[in-house]
């Protein structure tokens, strides 16, 4: 174990640890403004049940999202000094912007949402908890802006005297697709995370006969906007693979284990390869399928990465451009299978809430949906980020020249080990405190919040 490779574990541990909450954040908090927003409408109790119980997972699941994003920032100091040495000038742009704006703008009025209710007028309350969801999904979207750059960029030069890329058309990194794509898919796949949740928890408390109304509203409300977000979630990634055909093909060659340039070009069933992972021993392809998804149509040439390779070796120089394929082609097909599984289950479970579900012995099973979301999230995290391997910015610099230079071994085991005991902690908190709080259900939630019902009635007299 070098530095390189064990900065890299850490990074991936922590980027895949807090991307476990940042979907659920970004999805979660819509529910909870829509079911305030319609207990302010209809003044129906159990639309504020609704909100003070989802509101109350959503409150569980930020504030230890917020406590794992912020040590990523740290690490690009402290492990990746290189990296922000050479591309700091671009890369620190959306984030400064996103401290500065988004996160103050979701932190500041969820402080409020959580302390103001009674204090202040109940539309400035109402607006309070719209305002944090607009703010998670900007946060995201400037945190993406950053990322897209990373494997797309744009709007810069090399400046020739320190020898460092500088931004010079800031409209370019904002308008970049990659990261509107990202943007996209991601806010996607929050929606379809806190439907899941939403699904699930809705079932373990219907089977149980449990606030059975409340939940059957949250059970059906979940199945709409889910099927809609895994619907949304596929044409994003779909679009977002064309795109990526035309400005990293390796990687896409490298999703489909596509090892010869061919025309037209076959979809991977499955496809075994040796130990190297750069040589084909069998697989099972569908003819032109693969030509289709790259271009809408069945005789695109689609490059392969034996020939990608040798480019990059006459552009970059010496060396192995091929990124880890069985990451790439493994991760790829957990996340698109439990895609189209989630996209079959919303639209099942859409159809049984016409009929009287709630009895139905099914429901037993259904809370185990809640896991989809997460192996599909982190699945496509790790094919995102594996895939633009050895770059760490896509053209412009490898993984192993952002390391930082004086980093040891023993530092970085110290630290690693430090990491994994913390979040090994936090992952057994946030475990016990959402088990905790599922169970109990909404009553619960309710007899820790301030009784404000009276004063709400009464302020409509």
Known sequence: MDPLTLSRLQFGLTTVYHFLFVPLTLGLSWFVAYFQTRYYQTR??????????????????????????????????????EYSRYVGDIFGAPLAIEALTSFFLESTFLGVWIFGE????????????????????????WILLANGWMQHPVGYVINEV???????DFFAL????????????????????????????????????????????????????????????????????QYMFETQPMKFAAIEAHYETSSPAP???????????????????????????????????VRGVDDIQAEYVALYGPGDYVPLIVFTY?????????????????????????????????????????????????????????GRQPWIVQGLLKVEDAVSPNLTVV?????????????????????????????????????ESVDVAPTLVGSQD
């Open 118 to 141: 009674t204090k202040i007028p109940e539309k400035a309350h109402l607006a309070s908890i719209w305002l944090v969801a607009v703010g998670s999904n900007l946060s995201a979207l």
């Open 174 to 241: 904002a308008t970049n697709p990659k990261g509107w794509l990202f943007f996209w898919h991601t806010i996607a796949a929050g929606l379809a995370t806190a439907s899941f949740l939403i699904i699930g928890v809705s079932a373990y408390h219907i089977f149980r006969k449990q606030n059975v109304s409340l939940f059957k509203t949250s059970f059906q409300t979940a199945t709409i906007v889910g099927l809609i977000a895994s619907t949304l979630v596929f044409f994003g990634g779909h679009t977002n693979g």
């Open 44 to 81: 129906d109790e159990e639309f504020r049940k609704m909100t003070k119980f989802w509101g109350k997972l959503f409150l569980i699941n930020f504030a230890i999202g917020v406590v794992t994003g912020i040590v990523q920032e740290f690490q690009f100091g402290m492990n990746w000094s």
């Open 162 to 168: 320190t020898g460092r890329a500088e931004l010079v």
């Open 267 to 301: 979809f991977s069933i499955i496809t075994i390869g040796d130990l190297t992972g750069k040589q084909e021993v069998w697989s099972w392809r569908v003819p032109a399928v693969l030509s289709f998804l790259a271009c809408n149509n069945l005789t695109c040439e």
């Open 411 to 447: 530092d970085l085991w110290i630290s690693l080990i430090g990491y994994v005991v913390v979040y090994g902690v936090l992952a057994i908190a946030m475990v016990y405190l959402m088990k905790k709080y599922i169970v109990a259900g909404p009553d619960a939630a309710m007899h």
């Open 330 to 386: 493994w991760s790829f097909r957990i996340m698109m299978t439990i895609g189209f599984i989630m996209m079959g289950l919303s639209f099942l479970f859409l159809l049984a809430t016409r009929g009287k579900y709630e009895n139905a012995k099914w429901m037993k099973w259904v809370p185990w949906v809640i896991a989809l979301p997460y192996l599909a999230n982190s699945s496509g995290w790790i094919l995102t980020e594996m």
